[in-house]
């Protein structure tokens, strides 16, 4: 069995204890993976530290970025291969991810280039005739970059991308149940003539790493993509420091009377479904104005049992199994205690080891857990509404603000949409689960703090410096 080290100081290190990565198809394991413990992470840490004391100019920065967007290219197959084992997700999908880290890394290695600050008028006040003032981007330091397992070589280039550009070092612990496409991307900086140190690779469980990884205060930022729970022990456990946290939504869409029923009930399900509905603006929740309600619904079950699964790592697959049985169990659960409740099941709800079909309820009630909280499942609701403005009390009516998708010919609904919904995002005429990795990404409330996206990630990992000169 093949056994894969952590990345520190520019070196493979394999350790004692080892866990096993495993295929979420057969549930057989694909590869061994060391595991990181205090001495793993502190020399991580000291390796990160080191590097800082020889910054990297910001074209080297470009430089290095951009050979690993080429590498990353060049190996985009593996990848993929790497991508559909670990997390279940089709090959195609796989493929789209590993396309989209590319860019990432391509916007990220063109920011490294635009460390720009901004003259400050000081001249303007009183007695400062003789002073000019600006202020530049200077790097925070060490970036501790904590990734999920649904998207995790894309979400990992939009913390490692930004946070190199911006001249920071990195400690990068990836999720355990998918850590083979991190050991695969640390390989490519390796190539593209990253200095040692500037990305350090940590693996093991989060509750076993998470204590170790915030003690350490030489770590300066930390960026997180995961639940609102752990989210928000982090936020306490980092103190003063700063960080940037995607914790995830219950997304909605309204689909107002004058939108097509066919083509969005064909888009939302699509939304639904993608990697099994683990994607933080999965659509969950649609509100359909009462009009065109039923046309909506038929055109949403037909989508849906269109969907086929099967084999991830087949052309042909759409559905692949959830990252494992135990989440498979529970959204299950969540369908079957709505349906007790009084919901109505149109299609789906059956789940086969981690398979779960997709599945699509109305008539549920807001305090519903598959309403209310994160499914992260290939399921979604629809409810009916005749007011917009009841539509917008109900996509309101939430934890969660992190994007949310308005269909709608009226530019009047789209101009109130887009200033009563409490989201971090409003895409009119497409899904809340719309992203581009330019964009600035971030939600409200308890979908966290801060945007990723490389321009507004690098923002968020420098200190703006200020420099006065008295003449």
Request: aromatic letters at 6%; charged letters at 20%.
């Amino acid at each position: 069995m093949e056994k894969y080290g952590l990345f520190i100081a520019g070196k493979w290190i394999l350790t004692e204890e080892a866990t096993p990565l495993v295929n979420k198809y057969t549930n057989e394991t694909a590869v061994m993976l060391s595991v990181a413990g205090a001495k793993e992470v502190t020399a991580a840490v000291d390796a990160a530290q080191q590097a800082l004391k020889i910054p990297m100019e910001p074209y080297r920065r470009y430089e290095v970025l951009m050979k690993a967007a080429n590498l990353l290219e060049s190996d985009s197959e593996k990848m993929a291969r790497a991508l559909s084992i670990e997390v279940g997700k089709p090959i195609q999908d796989a493929r789209g991810e590993v396309k989209r880290g590319i860019q990432t890394l391509l916007l990220s290695a063109e920011q490294a280039k635009r460390m720009t600050g901004e003259m400050v008028p000081l001249a303007g006040a009183p007695g400062c005739g003789s002073r000019i003032a600006y202020t530049k981007r200077v790097p925070i330091g060490i970036v501790c970059a904590i990734t999920p397992f649904n998207f995790p070589l894309n979400l990992a280039c939009h913390k490692i991308g930004p946070a190199l550009a911006a001249g920071n070092s990195v400690l990068y612990k990836p999720a355990t149940a998918t850590s083979l496409s991190a050991v695969i991307l640390c390989e490519i900086f390796e190539k593209a003539g990253l200095p040692a140190g500037y990305l350090n690779l940590v693996m093991g469980s989060g509750s076993k790493l998470g204590d170790l990884l915030t003690a350490d205060e030489r770590i300066n930022f930390y960026s997180f993509t995961g639940s609102a729970a752990v989210g928000k022990m982090l936020h306490k456990n980092a103190g003063l420091r700063r960080v940037a946290l995607e914790l995830g939504s219950n997304s909605a869409n309204i689909v107002h009377g004058d939108a097509d029923p066919v083509k969005t009930g064909q888009l939302c399900a699509k939304y639904a479904f993608t990697n099994a509905g683990q994607v933080c603006i999965s659509c969950q929740r649609v509100y359909v104005h009462q009009a065109i309600y039923n046309a909506f619904c038929a055109a949403a079950v037909s989508a849906a049992k269109a969907v086929v699964s099967g084999d991830p790592l087949a052309d042909t697959t759409e559905l692949g199994p959830m990252i494992n049985e135990k989440e498979a169990i529970r959204a299950e659960e969540w369908i079957q205690e709505a349906v007790a409740a009084g919901a109505k099941l149109l299609t789906g709800g059956k789940r086969t080891h981690s398979y779960l079909e997709p599945t699509i309820l109305t008539n549920v009630q807001a305090d519903m857990k598959v309403v209310c909280n994160e499914i992260f499942a290939p399921v979604f609701v629809i409810v009916p509404y005749t007011d917009i403005n009841e539509a917008i009390v109900a996509v309101n009516d939430s934890v969660y603000g992190l994007q949310a998708g308005v269909f709608t010919n009226s530019l009047a609904i789209a101009h109130l949409c887009a200033e009563k919904i409490e989201v971090g995002g409003v895409i009119i005429n497409d899904g809340a689960t719309f992203r581009t990795d330019n964009m600035p990404y971030g939600g409200v409330k308890e979908s966290g703090i801060g945007r990723e996206g490389p321009e507004y990630a690098v923002r968020e990992m420098t200190e703006e410096k200020l420099i006065v000169l008295n003449f």
